[in-house]
Antibody
């Protein structure tokens, strides 16, 4: 059974940083492209970015609204995907999901408020 | 900018066929995925490559494509199909991906 488990969310103040993690099991993590998606309260899904597998170059692409503040990385030895979020803004408040598209985690809530 | 346009809501009676559209210029060249999201739950992939169904997804769900519009069809809609549905596709000449705004399906 494939499982994706996100962690690292919480309440932070504007300007602070957080690092989210997503641990994968039940799949060959080194083979998959991984994506971060977020959903603000009461809003739709928003693509944040994704990282390719190493064979395809291992590069990451980030959506324009968070480019320069968010970074995606992966550690294949730990089957783990990361989202480093810096200079957080109130509009970054959302549930953050990691996904392969076919499989999704349950999400982790990030709340940015003073 | 690249956008995918969906109707905000679709309503059908139980047993009827629900059709949810997704429009965007690039859809003539890119595949679409469809996701179902029920309240408080993570999204679930119901269609990929415009019309392929993942294992475990009911055959009542199907997809089709015509030019710049793709359609998710739910045959014999049930109350349990009530959810938000999102289309998802890559942009042309860009590594970026975008979601449609979502469609709230009501079955009553």
């Amino acid at each position: 059974e494939v499982q994706l488990v996100e962690s690292g969310g919480g309440l932070v103040q504007p300007g602070e940083s957080l690092r989210l993690s997503c641990v994968a099991s039940g799949l060959t993590f080194t083979n998959v492209w991984m994506t971060w998606v977020r959903q603000a309260p009461g809003k739709g899904l928003e693509w944040i970015g994704r990282i390719k597998n190493k064979v395809d170059g291992g590069t990451a692409d980030i959506a324009a609204p968070v480019k320069g503040r968010f970074t995606i990385s992966r550690d294949d030895s730990k089957n783990t995907l990361y989202l480093q979020m810096n200079s957080l803004k109130t509009e970054d408040t959302a549930v953050y999901y990691c996904t392969t598209a076919a499989f999704w985690g349950q999400g982790t809530l990030v709340a940015v408020s003073s | 900018s690249y956008e995918l346009t969906q109707p905000s809501s679709v309503s059908v009676s139980p047993g009827q066929t629900a059709r949810i559209t997704c429009s965007g210029d690039v859809l003539a060249k890119r595949y679409v995925r469809w996701f179902q999201q029920k309240p408080g739950q993570a999204p679930v992939l119901v269609i990929y490559r415009d019309n392929e169904r993942p294992a475990g997804i009911s055959a009542r769900f199907s997809g089709s494509s015509s030019g710049t519009t793709v359609t998710l069809t739910i045959s014999g809609a049930q109350v349990g199909d009530e959810a938000d549905y999102y289309c998802y596709s890559a942009a042309d000449n860009s590594p970026h991906v975008v979601f449609g705004g979502g469609t709230r399906l009501t079955v009553l």
